[in-house]
């Protein structure tokens, strides 16, 4: 879960990055709520936001674009690396140059110091000791309490939640200016961040029970209108939308919407006749889920037969065949992907989930290796740890076995579960070894977790 560090500072560092370690757990075919994990969509998102991040001077290595298992239209930053975006503003949008919109006004609030300011703006005890706990990952850590921590960090409800994800007018007015500009630099039309605004307008004469989340943490006024139809006026015309971006945005848009929505609903729109590799990859998620197993295999490997290059369409094979205990052939997919794709986590995790199912002999090490590899890029992933110790148990290393089930504990807050496993994994690994700190890392947070209750 963590590199090597000394115990002195492991604590600190536990704090810094557990939230965010509990955020991002869930695969995309997880219903409940929480954050969706795709490799596919990640890095349509990352495509489509890497234009945005550059024209802002951030790091695309550094800031993250998250989707949350929420149907209600939002966005909002909590940190200074990553955008949270409700899956329901993203369905709502209907082009790329919407989307990145949206990412250029959040990305505005974070080159802004907006965040700080909101911190430093808390009044109450009990407001300022919950925003700073988030802010440095620690409300897991204090409360022990991974559940509410999660929808704090979420802006799911509460009023800290409300303080934490509310900008000023003054700070929206900014962020706007400041998104237009990275807009226009990245060749986005900023027409795009008037039509957002514009699903939202007649919101705030809504009792705020009635009001979507965005117009809530992002004020909307007529002023505020104005001014922005001022900036997109001012500013140079943008390139004609580009066909790339918007290839992107359909194929991240409809793999979600796949998923989140009936499968009834993705067959009445994607018809038989539709041979693009988007509609193939809809129907076959949909098929998938109804479940109608030999037509959704059917249907992914012609759209694999059709972009056999493409990592993330055989790693949907790979899920479908796994899902329908195909095993061999699941490894088979997992290993192409993972080929192409050597530094995806959610791909190698994938494929040491595959060589784990199918049970064969010489699939153990193979298996342990994956996720490993897995855990070192994104060690975010309970279930990741849930299966590395499964893997190790069963090579009979019992050590790294207890180390793993007691961070996967700790991810989820549950600390009276991983502390006793975390003691024991210390017990059986070498004093100084990089698996003996983790476990000490452990130790310490539960340990101080517990004492708070």
Request: charged share 20%.
């Amino acid at each position: 879960m963590w590199r090597s560090l000394r115990r002195a500072c492991a604590p600190m560092v536990l704090r810094m990055t557990l939230i965010i370690m509990t955020l991002l757990a869930l695969p995309l075919a997880a219903s409940a709520k929480g954050i969706l994990r795709d490799p596919d969509i990640e890095y349509a998102l990352s495509r489509l936001a890497g234009p945005i991040f550059d024209a802002a001077g951030l790091s695309s290595r550094r800031v993250r674009i998250i989707i949350i298992d929420d149907d209600q239209p939002n966005a909002f930053v909590a940190d200074n690396q990553h955008v949270f975006i409700h899956s329901g503003l993203l369905l709502r949008l209907d082009s790329a140059a919407e989307l990145q919109a949206v990412i250029a006004h959040e990305v505005a609030h974070i080159t802004g110091g907006h965040i700080t300011q909101r911190y430093g703006q808390a009044k109450t005890a009990s407001t300022v000791a919950g925003l700073g706990l988030l802010l440095s990952g620690a409300v897991i850590a204090s409360t022990g309490n991974g559940q509410a921590a999660a929808g704090l960090a979420m802006g799911i409800s509460g009023s800290a939640a409300r303080v934490l994800n509310g900008h000023t007018r003054a700070q929206e007015a900014s962020a706007d200016q400041a998104g237009i500009r990275y807009m226009a630099r990245a060749g986005v039309p900023p027409q795009a961040m008037l039509d957002v605004l514009d699903m939202f307008r007649g919101q705030e004469v809504l009792s705020t029970q009635r009001q979507d989340p965005y117009t809530r943490t992002h004020p909307l006024s007529r002023e505020r209108m104005r001014a922005l139809k001022g900036y997109v006026a001012a500013t140079p015309a943008a390139n004609p939308p580009d066909g790339e971006a918007e290839y992107w945005y359909a194929r991240a848009r409809g793999k979600l919407e796949a998923f989140i929505r009936p499968p009834s609903y993705t067959l009445r729109r994607v018809k038989p006749s539709d041979s693009s590799d988007i509609g193939l990859m809809r129907r076959a998620v949909a098929l998938h889920r109804q479940p109608k197993p030999d037509e959704a295999i059917a249907t992914i490997n012609r759209l694999v037969a059709a972009r056999p290059k493409d990592p993330y369409y055989a790693e949907l094979q790979g899920q479908i065949l796994l899902e329908n205990r195909q095993f061999g052939a699941a490894v088979s997919a997992y290993g192409r992907a993972a080929a192409m794709a050597p530094s995806n986590a959610q791909i190698q995790s994938g494929l040491g989930r595959a060589l784990l199912a199918r049970g064969q002999s010489a699939d153990l090490p193979r298996a342990i290796k994956a996720l490993e590899a897995a855990r070192g890029r994104d060690p975010y992933d309970t279930l990741l740890l849930r299966h590395l110790a499964s893997a190790y148990a069963k090579s009979g290393n019992e050590g790294m076995a207890a180390l793993n089930a007691a961070e996967a504990h700790v991810l989820r807050g549950d600390f009276k579960a991983a502390l006793p496993l975390a003691k024991r994994a210390s017990a059986a690994l070498g004093h100084g070894t990089v698996g003996w700190n983790r476990a000490q890392d452990v130790i310490d947070a539960a340990e101080q977790a517990l004492k708070r209750r």
